[in-house]
Nanobody, 127 residues
Framework: EVQLVESGGDLVQAGGSLRLSCAAS????????IGWYRQAPGKEREGVSC????????YYADSVKDRFTVSSDNAKSTLYLQMNSLKFEDTAVYYC????????????????????WGQGTLVTVSS
């Protein structure tokens, strides 16, 4: 069974840091693009960052560029998101997803043909 399990969400003060993890199982990690998406209360889900399959190109939304860093450990089938200089507006449920492709369009991240979503992890940034 294809599974993605996020962890690492917490309450943090503005300006602080967190690292999220997404543990994958049930599929070959490197065969898919794996990305981070978030949904704030009352807003639509948006793409944050992703790593493409194979070559491992990384993409960032304009809203997080230079603050967030995505990385992966293929041996552990785990995706990470290092979040620094957190802002109140980063408050959201963060999801990871495996998709056939991911790309950056108009400053945001798009996952195409998503095959699985994780259950999400809550990040709350206090101002």
């Amino acid at each position: 069974e294809v599974q993605l399990v996020e962890s690492g969400g917490d309450l943090v003060q503005a300006g602080g840091s967190l690292r999220l993890s997404c543990a994958a199982s049930g599929f070959t990690f490197d065969d898919y693009a794996i990305g981070w998406y978030r949904q704030a209360p009352g807003k639509e889900r948006e793409g944050v960052s992703c790593i493409s399959s194979g070559a491992g190109s990384t993409y960032y939304a304009d809203s997080v560029k230079d603050r967030f860093t995505v990385s992966s450990d293929n041996a552990k089938s785990t995706l990470y998101l290092q979040m620094n200089s957190l802002k109140f507006e980063d408050t959201a449920v963060y999801y990871c997803a495996a998709s056939v492709l991911c790309t950056r369009v108009a400053g945001t991240i798009i996952g195409e043909y998503v095959v699985r979503w994780g259950q999400g992890t809550l990040v709350t940034v206090s101002s």
